[in-house]
């Protein structure tokens, strides 16, 4: 498990790096504008097409199924049924995006932007329409990359969205300056087909058998639908978070929106590097130990997992309430987006940083009720905290205005409220066969008093730095980011966390590929 995390996150801090510095280009020429704010709103149609079909429900439910074939010595029916899957997908996801690109007018108007005057609505339907064209590519995307997790390979899935963020880079370089915003729409197409290219030479060491059929007979194809659909449901809630902050963003002052999107795609960044890579690694394996009813090594490794994230996202949290600033000022700081843009990303990244530990703890504990194929439990906590995060966005944005405080921070701590309710329903209501025992609860238990005691510690050593630190945003974002992990490290290291030992082997081991 440790060997597979971590090359993904590796894979995930060069994805994330790309992505940074994909945001830093668009940024600088972009600010926090009306422009930026119309591209945003215009990407939540092909994203939520992409994430409700050929994202998480996908893998969730397709990864368990293939890979219960493939231990089976059944890998004719397992490549009939990626075959099913691709086209049936791929067939779906155009004709979804040619109904989205005729009824985007509409949609831009009643649901995504009411606040907006006629222009932008037009604004945001082309960019919508351009955008449309890569739903089907990340489709077919989506399942090769869970064929390669199927056969413990990761290396190139995460390489996938350092190209995807290079497409959408060279858009801001090169075509934005001819096209305006309409240039970062064509280099999200053009990052959907690198996305596409990067899974396909790997393939060949697999021996596939690609069939030419929809396969809507296969008793394992209906399997693998009627598993997505609890999944789709969970994930149609949780963008429904993000339209509702789209919806709410447009009655606010301009550039609100585009401060959360970019607030919220930074607090990805560690988000991505502590729990993505670990989920993904772990789905897997996950899938094999219940398809073989190793239920104790589940139990075990989830435990193991949860106290991994948990060690590493609170000096996380900590870091970014107290270095955000000076990082986000080293990084985007323009003629375009000047000081006021960066407070306003910051506000939003603050409230958003406070629920990194349950976001991370999700991305575990969802994983591991699907590997047993349940998909209905994740999808009721789920709909519980979206319910919670819709009432909470437009009021929180109401008693933040009151506050004198600037109203977008309310939908980002609104998010954090709704994601904490979320883990805790999902760990109380683990199954059996995934209930971590007496040990395991007392390990976790001593990691939180580990780290939060630590975090502590650091969080005054970055104070003290802080109070004296020079005017040079990069000399205190450097020093910052060096002396808070020196002084968590040592200082869990010193309380005997276990965590504290493994990661200097991880860091120092070289990795294989795949096991």
Do not use: K
């Amino acid at each position: 498990m440790a060997r597979s995390a971590g090359i993904l996150m590796a894979a995930f801090v060069a994805a994330n790096l790309a992505g940074l510095l994909r945001q830093v280009l668009i940024n600088r020429a972009f600010g926090t504008g009306a422009a930026l704010d119309e591209y945003f709103a215009a990407f939540r149609v092909p994203d939520l097409l992409f994430n409700l079909l050929a994202g998480g429900a996908l893998g969730s439910a397709f990864l368990p199924v293939f890979t219960a074939q493939l231990l089976g010595n059944s890998r004719p029916a397992a490549w009939a049924l990626a075959s099913a899957l691709l086209n049936s997908l791929c067939i779906v996801l155009l004709l979804l995006a040619g109904l989205a690109a005729w009824f985007a007018p509409a949609i831009t108007r009643t649901l995504l932007a009411p606040g907006w005057d006629a222009q932008q609505v037009a604004r945001t339907v082309q960019l919508m329409r351009i955008m449309l064209l890569s739903t089907a590519v990340f489709g077919a995307s989506s399942v090769l990359m869970s064929v390669h997790h199927a056969h413990n390979h990761f290396l190139a899935p995460a390489l996938a969205p350092v190209l995807y963020n290079a497409g959408i880079a060279a858009g801001a370089v090169w075509l934005a300056p001819h096209y305006g915003v309409s240039g970062l729409a064509y280099g999200v197409v053009l990052g959907a087909l690198l996305h596409l290219a990067a899974q396909l030479p790997p393939l060949r060491r697999y021996a596939p058998q690609y069939r030419a059929h929809l396969g809507l007979a296969n008793p394992q194809l209906r399997r693998v639908a009627a598993l997505m659909v609890p999944r789709v449901l969970g994930l149609a809630a949780w963008q429904i978070n993000f339209w509702v902050n789209t919806a709410v963003a447009s009655t606010l002052p301009a550039g609100s929106l585009a401060a959360l999107v970019i607030a919220f795609q930074i607090f990805t960044f560690p988000q991505a590097v502590i729990a993505q890579a670990l989920a993904t690694a772990l789905f897997p394996r996950f899938s094999a130990m219940a398809a073989r009813g190793e239920y104790a090594a589940l139990r075990d490794t989830l435990a193991a997992s949860l106290r991994a994230v948990l060690y590493l996202a609170l000096p996380a949290t900590a870091g970014m309430w107290l270095l955000g600033g000076p990082l986000l000022r080293l990084l985007f700081e323009s003629s375009a987006f000047d000081a006021a843009a960066t407070q306003m990303v910051y506000w939003a990244l603050a409230w958003y940083a406070l629920g990194l530990a349950a976001h991370c703890g999700v991305e575990l504990a969802a994983r591991a009720y699907y590997a047993v194929q349940d998909t209905r439990t994740p999808l009721l906590a789920g709909g519980m905290a979206v319910a919670l995060n819709v009432g909470l966005s437009p009021l929180l944005a109401l008693w933040f205005t009151r506050a004198h405080w600037l109203p977008h921070g309310g939908p980002a701590l609104a998010n954090t409220i709704a994601t904490t309710l979320e883990l805790a329903l999902l760990l109380l209501w683990l199954r059996s066969a995934l209930q971590p025992g007496a040990a395991n609860r007392a390990a976790l238990r001593q990691t939180l008093l580990r780290s939060s005691t630590a975090t502590l510690l650091m969080s005054a050593a970055l104070a003290a730095w802080l109070a004296v630190a020079p005017a040079s945003t990069l000399v205190t974002s450097l020093v910052g980011l060096l002396l808070g992990a020196t002084v968590y490290w040592v200082a869990t290291l010193a309380l005997a966390s276990p965590e504290a030992r493994l990661l200097p082997q991880l860091l120092l081991r070289r990795q294989p590929e795949s096991e």
